[in-house]
Nanobody, 126 residues
Framework: QVQLVESGGGLVQPGGSLRLSCAAS???????IGWFRQAPGKEREAVSC????????YYADSVKGRFRISKDNAENLVYLQMNALKLDDTAVYYC????????????????????WGQGTQVTVSS
């Protein structure tokens, strides 16, 4: 059974940085991990994903050049480094797992992701 636990959220000023962590257990070797976010009154949206076996990385247009996803296979951790944060980045951030085909460099199959963690709140405010 896949279990995911997010951490690292907090309150940050515009232009600041945060690093989120997703601790994973029960994953298959070739599973992908994705970061999603949900702001109040909005639907959950994909932010980034990384496949385990072939290192495909996907970024939503809204975060390209500011966010970077990485993984530590030895520790079963996936990180989301968030730089140059904007007010619009305020949301609860979740990580989810999916088969590796769900994460490609140019596209993410959002519906394939599941096993959501509890989420971590990111608030960007001055």
């Amino acid at each position: 059974q896949v279990q995911l636990v997010e951490s690292g959220g907090g309150l940050v000023q515009p232009g600041g940085s945060l690093r989120l962590s997703c601790a994973a257990s029960g994953l298959r070797l070739d599973d992908a991990i994705g970061w999603f976010r949900q702001a109040p009154g909005k639907e959950r949206e994909a932010v980034s994903c990384i496949s385990s076996s072939d290192n495909n990385r996907y970024y939503a247009d809204s975060v390209k050049g500011r966010f970077r996803i990485s993984k530590d296979n030895a520790e079963n951790l996936v990180y989301l480094q968030m730089n140059a944060l904007k007010l619009d980045d305020t949301a609860v951030y979740y990580c989810g797992a999916a088969p590796k085909w769900a994460c490609r460099s140019l596209a993410i199959s959002t519906g394939a992701f599941g096993s959501w963690g509890q989420g971590t709140q990111v608030t960007v405010s001055s």
